[in-house]
């Protein structure tokens, strides 16, 4: 940012909430944890949030598939 403060990610439609991110060395110099419930959401935080910082050439995303919720039968 011209002020000196690193550029941050918008949050745009609701999505892609970030719990996480950190400046790491090798490969990359940025990683980012980000919660999103749909691949369209993670397409708009990807295009739209990380992909429109300026100084971002590429970007490179892993999937995580998480179980947030079980419904259980309770057998008497």
């Not at 944890?33 to 708009?44: F, P, Q």
Request: hydrophobic share 35%; glycine share 14%; net charge positive.
């Amino acid at each position: 940012m011209a002020d000196g403060r690193p550029a941050r990610p918008r949050r745009s439609g609701g999505g892609g909430g970030r719990p996480f991110a950190a400046a790491v060395t090798g490969r990359t110099n940025l990683v980012i944890s980000a919660l999103c419930r749909s691949t369209e959401e993670l397409y708009t935080f990807l295009s739209e949030g990380i992909g429109a910082l300026p100084g971002v050439h590429t970007a490179e995303s892993v999937l995580t598939l998480r179980r947030v919720k079980t419904l259980t039968a309770e057998h008497r």
